[in-house]
T-cell receptor, first 114, second 111 residues
């Protein structure tokens, strides 16, 4: 079974702090994604990566950056956390991007920025 | 641009009954894919069912089936013989060049 893990289930940070959210997948998937989930807005794509050291902006990249130094690990970085970044963050991976391919999700990190 | 609309924020159904969740989408592409994902409370999102747009036959996975109306751009999910474990948030999604999600429908199954 594919397993996608995220470093924290719950995280509380202060405004202005630098925040790292880590995601690891164990199925050698090429493609990894970071989404943000908010009530009434569904899931919105922040960034994705098709390969090591490769990244592409999604629909809402402002205020975020990412890092993919190893194939299995994809990190989301909030350079200076703000209260409007309080949200649930979901990581996902898939063998082939797009089309019929299932995305496998992590359990999510609920981030609160005070 | 792709859009996915789920017009039912919340629904409820009694155990063993059938419920249908609605989804409409908009895309200018001819070839695309449609999905229903399930997010149980405090658990990971998982794929329920998927459909290729060029296939006219509706997809079925055990108690879950879809009603795919391509001309109407409609992709509803029918859950038959509802079980307590079906209680979850359900997201409809479409994929042409990337996966776009709807806003979700929270389904509560009552005993």
């Amino acid at each position: 079974d594919v397993k996608v893990t995220q470093s924290s289930r719950y995280l509380v940070k202060r405004t202005g702090e630098k925040v790292f959210l880590e995601c690891v997948q164990d199925m050698d998937h090429e493609n990894m994604f970071w989404y943000r989930q908010d009530p009434g807005l569904g899931l919105r794509l922040i960034y994705f990566s098709y390969d090591v050291k490769m990244k592409e902006k999604g629909d809402i990249p402002e205020g975020y950056s990412v890092s993919r130094e190893k194939k299995e690990r994809f990190s989301l970085i909030l350079e200076s956390a703000s209260t409007n970044q309080t949200s649930m963050y979901l990581c996902a991976s898939t063998e082939l991007a797009g089309g019929y391919n299932e995305q496998f999700f992590g359990p999510g990190t609920r981030l609160t920025v005070l | 641009a792709q859009t996915v609309t789920q017009s039912q924020p919340e629904m409820s159904v009694q155990e063993a009954e059938t419920v249908t969740l609605s989804c409409t989408y908009d895309t200018s592409e001819n070839n695309y894919y449609l999905f229903w994902y399930k997010q149980p409370p405090s658990r990971q999102m998982i794929l329920v069912i998927r459909q290729e747009a060029y296939k006219q036959q509706n997809a079925t996975e055990n108690r879950f089936s879809v009603n795919f109306q391509k001309a109407a751009k409609s992709f509803s999910l029918k859950i038959s013989d509802s079980q307590l474990g079906d209680t979850a948030m359900y997201f409809c999604a479409s994929d042409t060049d990337k996966l776009i999600f709807g806003t979700g429908t929270r389904l509560q199954v009552f005993p």
